[in-house]
């Protein structure tokens, strides 16, 4: 069956003003809408769109006829949400599999209540996400070369008055350039040890509290918000807007000082990243589709009001340098791409259609590949689409029973499994499923 979904979006203060308005069709509502879910996730499930005033959520849906509209049986293993990024979103890691059910069994064990400030696992599972852009998407993404972070601190210590700020930002430099990245020969895996190692001293000086890393942190304020030709040079354009943008949203937050030590991205709209169990990150600007393994589980690392328990979070972090930042996606065929990180909750597609004589003659091949008159889909397992451009048509041609829908902008689909959809029409439509390694 194909049945429309729909939910409101949520209000956090990150979000933006009119981005989520502006895709749903909505007017405006004065506050941040930051993130629309669609999905079954309890926290917030999507709405079965019938009309009326009485709107069943997803999760009593698949709870009625859990073998038509479940996966194996249950509730969906992914959420699809689109985020609308306003403001910079906290640092955050997300624990793998065995670190969330270790964490939720010990909090559940002492008694912690899940609505408790201090509580880090709301649920045992892991939260692996992929995140595709759909405007230009600026986002801090796993830890760069210790060199590279090495180079900005220098500079900021230099463009710094002298006094405690400045001392403590050359020092942390020099501890960087003690064990930079890009060793070779035989001791290349014992360097990378030791620079994960600093890695984590580092983060652990920032978060500790000390007034020597609060200094640095102010120091910073100070410097990236004069005008100074050398540090723009030195740090680059992406670099110190991305530390002003930060430093005018969390001043004197000690995650300004972690963020120096990742990557920066800049993703065009169709680029994406894949944020993997105990990997660093940060969103800070823009408008993306993003599919997620269904948990909350989230142990954060500063620009946020938020509880940091710094010890877990060290427990959990991976620091070792993250070679490529981006994710890759899959051509799977004409008009459809697949973004497939290796776990079996969730994957995404992309589909990109045009009506019959469109792209014209004269375009190029690439052109050709990313749109197609018509794009079929494998619906072993339930589907859940969102179109984020034109109209498209989404047809079960081979069912029982006629199924056919016609979805505008911003509109959104669950998909039960069963035979294969079809799509056609003028558009662009992203598509959450299960992975290709699924299994109860």
């Known amino acids: 069956m194909l049945v429309f979904i729909e939910n409101t979006p949520r209000a956090y203060a990150w979000g933006s003003r009119d981005a989520l308005p502006e895709l749903l069709g909505t007017a405006p509502t004065g506050e941040p809408q930051a993130e629309l879910w669609l999905g079954a996730h309890p926290g917030d499930p999507a709405k079965v769109a019938k009309g009326g005033s009485a709107h069943s959520t997803l999760i009593e849906l698949i709870e009625r006829d859990p073998e038509a509209y479940g996966v194996d049986g249950g509730q969906l293993p992914f959420l699809l949400k689109v985020l609308a990024i306003g403001a910079p979103l906290s640092l955050q890691v997300h624990p793998d599999k065995d670190q969330a059910e270790a964490g939720f069994a010990a909090e559940e064990a002492a008694g912690v209540p899940r609505d408790a400030r201090e509580r880090n696992y709301g649920d045992p599972n892991h939260k692996p996400e992929l995140l595709v852009a759909l405007s230009e998407v600026t986002a801090l993404c796993g830890f760069r070369p ?11 210590a230099e463009a710094t008055e002298p006094g405690p700020g400045r001392e403590a930002l050359a020092l942390a430099a020099e501890r960087l350039a003690e ?3 890009g060793a070779e020969g035989a001791r290349a895996a014992a360097d990378a040890v030791d620079a994960a190692n600093v890695r984590r001293e580092l983060v652990c000086w920032a978060l500790g509290g000390g007034e020597d890393a609060h200094a640095a942190v102010r120091s910073i304020g100070r410097a990236v918000q004069r005008r100074s030709e050398a540090l723009a ?12 943008q930060l430093v005018a949203a969390h001043p004197g937050d000690p995650g300004v000082l972690v963020s120096l030590l990742l990557h920066l991205v800049r993703l065009a709209p169709g680029e994406s990243v894949y ?22 589980n989230v142990l954060r690392a500063g620009l946020t ?31 459809l791409v697949a973004y497939e990180p290796e776990v079996p909750d969730f994957r995404l597609l992309r589909a990109r259609l ?25 619906a072993r397992y339930p589907l859940v689409l969102i179109v984020t451009a034109g109209r498209v048509r989404v047809e079960r041609p081979h069912a029982d029973f006629g199924e056919v829908a016609s979805v505008g902008r ?3 689909l669950y998909i039960s499994a069963g035979e294969p959809i079809e799509l056609s029409g003028l558009g662009e439509a992203f598509i959450a499923t299960v992975g290709s390694g699924w299994s109860r």
């Open 146 to 156: 210790l060199e590279a972070a090495r180079g900005d601190l220098e500079a900021l």
């Open 179 to 181: 064990r930079a990245d």
């Open 233 to 244: 040079e030195r740090l680059g354009a992406d670099r110190l807007a991305a530390l002003r």
């Open 275 to 296: 944020l993997g169990a105990r990997q660093l990150h940060a969103y800070l600007s823009g408008i993306g589709v993003e599919v997620m393994a269904a948990s909350d």
């Open 305 to 335: 009001e938020k509880h940091v328990d710094v010890a877990e979070l060290l427990r959990v972090l991976d620091t070792e340098e993250l070679a490529d930042p981006l994710f890759h996606c899959r051509q799977v065929s004409p008009g």
């Open 354 to 378: 045009c009506e019959p004589g469109e792209p014209g003659e004269g375009a190029l091949e690439a052109d050709r590949r990313e749109r197609a008159e018509l794009v079929r889909l494998d």
């Open 410 to 412: 911003g509109q959104s």
